[in-house]
């Protein structure tokens, strides 16, 4: 697959990219980066090593991109109509872009990302969907997200209360190995427990279950999703000159752009923009979605 990169900057951040990019030569940053080098961030590895898996998630879901397929076919002729994400932060970041982006295929659910616990954002999903016919997907890297908690007893109690419910058979769980939220998944009888790799962290958790089980829920094809996503890796490593490797011009320029404004992207992507804003500013916000028809 050719990839097409298409990038402009102003005449006077220009200089500063292409500075950038010239320290990041200097420094070997993008070969140390595939080696999971450590020390491009700090001599110890204490918190590092341990949270590099998104540069090699791709091959590990690709081996389970046809149980995830599978799985969305089975939530489709359930009859499934909509599926509500319960995720804070990193959680939901990745789902988020994916509904915005793409929204469902014809024929499959379509997806709720709740990421906040304001009463009427919560009052306004609730109020949209039949619990009897949706799918609560409860997303926690840590398994003790206390609002991911509390948002899942407001549905659990609801999903009880609506004639012809299935019980933990419309909850889904996706965590790191040995959590809390895996135990009370098991307790419920949830439907499926994505068991995700422990060394993700949540915000570079979309290529993982965190992000391509909602994915497969909407209909996205996730083996065409994995594929172009390897065409984008391959390119991140392309080494100096870094002109063609979109990875690193987009780290340059948002090293230079940090006092900047803004960075804009294609407006048929606007929602990539929010996820690589700086801060934790989408975590409990207070707004429904726009397309969360």
Known sequence: ????????FPEELQSLVTAA??????????ERLWALDHRLWKQAPTDITNRLGWLTIIEYMKDRAEDLRTFATSAQKRGIRD?????????????EVFRATFGPS?????LWVLDS?????VQQVTQAIDPARSLFILASKSGGTIEVMSLFAHFWERVHQTPGHQGGAQFLAITDPGTGLEKLAAEH????????????????SVLSYFGLVPAALMGIDIPQLLSRATAMAQACQ??????ENPGAELGASRAQQDHRDRITTDQHIWSVGRTTSRGKHRQGRNRPHPRGE
């Open 1 to 8: 697959m050719t990839l097409k990169i298409d990038r402009s």
């Open 21 to 30: 990019n010239a320290r990041l030569n200097a420094s070997h940053a993008v």
């Open 83 to 95: 599926v509500v994400l319960l995720g804070m932060g990193g959680s939901s970041l990745g789902p």
């Open 106 to 110: 014809r024929g499959f659910p379509r």
């Open 117 to 121: 616990t304001v009463p009427g954002w």
């Open 189 to 204: 009888q949830f439907w499926r427990i994505f068991t995700n790799p422990p060394d993700i962290g949540g915000r570079y």
């Open 238 to 243: 392309i080494q100096p000159p870094l002109g």
